[in-house]
């Protein structure tokens, strides 16, 4: 599997994205945002948490515009794979990757803490290693994780089995406590808690480790 | 010349900084506050002959998020 993460001003949990990607196989290339082009044969495009130019505008506005996003949405429309966590599933909607967008968090107060998830799809490369309905604890940290969607969009979303991971209680006031969303060919995932953060035993949980791995299982055999 | 953006929450779209902001003008005090919705405003300088379509542009590429805001131009 060859991975690539981007790099952007700000992002900080791109190292961490890197070694849960690499524990699980990958050879991963780290790529500048002023990059305009991705490492070629790649299979997968790691959009990593962090404060990209500081949240300016909006979380992931100015990312969004970036030379690399011109790439990253090219290698998408090939029906290649991407994961953006965080501050990445917020470029990722504001690039228009993933449907949606993500506001201010409605107790307004940023969250950091562990969170239970629900596994609303199993049948995806990012999700196969878990149990549709297991409830798996991966850490959040944001501001802005708030989901939202019209409600149309939303009957969308379930209709075609978009939604990955839903929230056991609900911490930012997201649409139908929508945690994580899934392109619709299932190579495209979004979400905002942190599996790369519960990929070690060090980091008090390893519920992240079966996404590298079904990540792995998939494309090793892609 | 200038324009001046003005980029808000959609209505329909839960604004938890007003409501917050609502709270805080009842504890001090002001009554019959029914609602208040935050959201901000961008200057632009801008060239000369710049046209309202171009700032249009701006907005739609970058400057508000038309899945969640709406926004407004003045121009002059």
């Given at each position: 599997m060859r991975?690539?993460?981007?790099?952007?001003?700000?992002?900080?949990?791109?190292?961490?994205l890197a070694v849960a990607l690499e524990r699980a196989g990958a050879d991963v290339t780290m790529v500048w945002h002023k990059d305009t082009e991705l490492p070629e044969g790649l299979d997968i495009v790691g959009v990593p948490g962090g404060f990209s130019f500081g949240d300016y505008?909006?979380?992931?506005?100015?990312?969004?515009?970036?030379?690399?996003?011109?790439?990253?949405?090219?290698?998408?429309?090939?029906?290649?794979?991407?994961?953006?966590?965080?501050?990445?599933?917020?470029?990722?909607?504001?690039?228009?990757?993933?449907?949606?967008?993500?506001?201010?968090?409605?107790?307004?107060k940023y969250i950091c803490k562990t969170v239970g998830l629900r596994v609303e799809n199993a049948e995806t490369p990012f999700t196969a290693g878990y149990e549709v309905g297991q409830e798996i604890d991966i850490p959040i940290a944001h501001h802005d994780g708030n989901y939202f969607v019209t409600d149309e969009k939303l009957a969308q979303l379930k209709d075609e089995g978009r939604i990955a991971f839903t929230y056991t209680d609900n911490p930012n006031g997201s649409v139908a406590d929508i945690a994580?969303?899934?392109?619709?060919?299932?190579?495209?995932?979004?979400?905002?808690?942190?599996?790369?953060?519960?990929?070690?035993?060090?980091?008090?949980?390893?519920?992240?480790?079966?996404?590298?791995?079904?990540?792995?299982?998939?494309?090793?055999?892609? | 010349?200038?324009?001046?953006?003005?980029?808000?929450?959609?209505?329909?779209?839960?604004?938890?900084?007003?409501?917050?902001?609502?709270?805080?003008?009842?504890?001090?005090?002001?009554?019959?506050?029914?609602?208040?919705?935050?959201?901000?405003?961008?200057?632009?300088?801008?060239?000369?002959?710049?046209?309202e379509a171009t700032v249009t542009e701006m907005c739609e590429k970058l400057l508000?998020?038309?899945?969640?805001?709406?926004?407004?131009?003045?121009?002059?």
């Amino acid at each position: 599997m060859r991975a690539a993460v981007i790099v952007f001003p700000g992002s900080n949990c791109d190292r961490d994205l890197a070694v849960a990607l690499e524990r699980a196989g990958a050879d991963v290339t780290m790529v500048w945002h002023k990059d305009t082009e991705l490492p070629e044969g790649l299979d997968i495009v790691g959009v990593p948490g962090g404060f990209s130019f500081g949240d300016y505008l909006r979380c992931g506005a100015i990312a969004a515009n970036s030379p690399i996003c011109k790439s990253l949405i090219a290698h998408t429309e090939r029906g290649g794979y991407a994961l953006g966590v965080c501050n990445g599933f917020q470029i990722l909607t504001e690039t228009g990757i993933l449907p949606g967008a993500l506001r201010r968090n409605a107790g307004l107060k940023y969250i950091c803490k562990t969170v239970g998830l629900r596994v609303e799809n199993a049948e995806t490369p990012f999700t196969a290693g878990y149990e549709v309905g297991q409830e798996i604890d991966i850490p959040i940290a944001h501001h802005d994780g708030n989901y939202f969607v019209t409600d149309e969009k939303l009957a969308q979303l379930k209709d075609e089995g978009r939604i990955a991971f839903t929230y056991t209680d609900n911490p930012n006031g997201s649409v139908a406590d929508i945690a994580g969303v899934i392109s619709k060919n299932r190579r495209v995932l979004g979400m905002m808690p942190h599996p790369e953060r519960a990929a070690d035993d060090g980091h008090g949980g390893t519920d992240g480790v079966a996404m590298f791995r079904s990540l792995m299982d998939q494309l090793a055999t892609a | 010349m200038k324009a001046r953006v003005y980029v808000m929450l959609k209505n329909g779209v839960l604004d938890p900084q007003g409501e917050a902001v609502r709270h805080a003008l009842g504890s001090l005090g002001f009554d019959g506050v029914e609602g208040v919705r935050q959201g901000k405003v961008i200057e632009l300088d801008l060239a000369e002959g710049t046209t309202e379509a171009t700032v249009t542009e701006m907005c739609e590429k970058l400057l508000a998020n038309t899945v969640i805001e709406s926004y407004k131009i003045e121009l002059g």
